[in-house]
């Protein structure tokens, strides 16, 4: 791959906007908590949330060779089903946690997500030396 001005352009491009993004989702969520008073239950979720899209980056990052393999998109799926069923019990029972917290619980649990995805890919496909030198699924369609 070359890199060029205008690729260098465009890789900027998309950081800003993906900066402009998130900030405009958490304007959005405090003018939601402020407008209907609510604010206690939003700051209680932000930090879950960007813990869970935390881990799911990291699983992506990892495993991107696995992107056009199904069953790795069904087992992150029920990974965040799972992380979201765990943490609303949580957060309604303790909903000013530190932040500290889920930092702890991020190092404890992102090698867990990688053993379980890593088990059930290896059980579907293969080692991942296998998988290297097996077809995938098409690029096109669901998957």
């Given amino acids: 791959m070359t890199v060029t001005a205008g690729w260098v352009f465009r890789r900027v491009l998309l950081y800003v906007g993906l900066a402009f993004a998130g900030l405009a989702i958490i304007a959005l969520l405090v003018f939601i908590g402020a407008a209907t008073g609510k604010s206690d239950s939003i700051q209680a979720w932000l930090l879950p949330t960007l813990w869970t899209g935390g881990l799911c980056f990291v699983a992506l990052k990892v495993f991107r060779a696995d992107w056009r393999r199904p069953m790795f998109w069904l087992v992150l799926t029920l990974l965040v089903a799972a992380q979201i069923l765990a943490l609303r019990p949580i957060v309604?029972?303790?909903?000013?946690?530190?932040?500290?917290?889920?930092?702890?619980?991020?190092?404890?649990?992102?090698?867990?997500?990688?053993?379980?995805i890593e088990g059930v890919l290896a059980l579907t496909y293969g080692s991942k030396e296998?998988?290297?030198h097996t077809?995938?699924?098409?690029?096109?369609?669901?998957?």
């Fill in 92 to 116: 309604r029972h303790f909903p000013h946690l530190h932040s500290a917290t889920y930092m702890l619980a991020i190092l404890a649990e992102g090698p867990v997500w990688a053993v379980l």
């Fill in 130 to 132: 296998h998988r290297r």
């Fill in 135 to 143: 077809p995938k699924a098409p690029a096109h369609g669901i998957c």
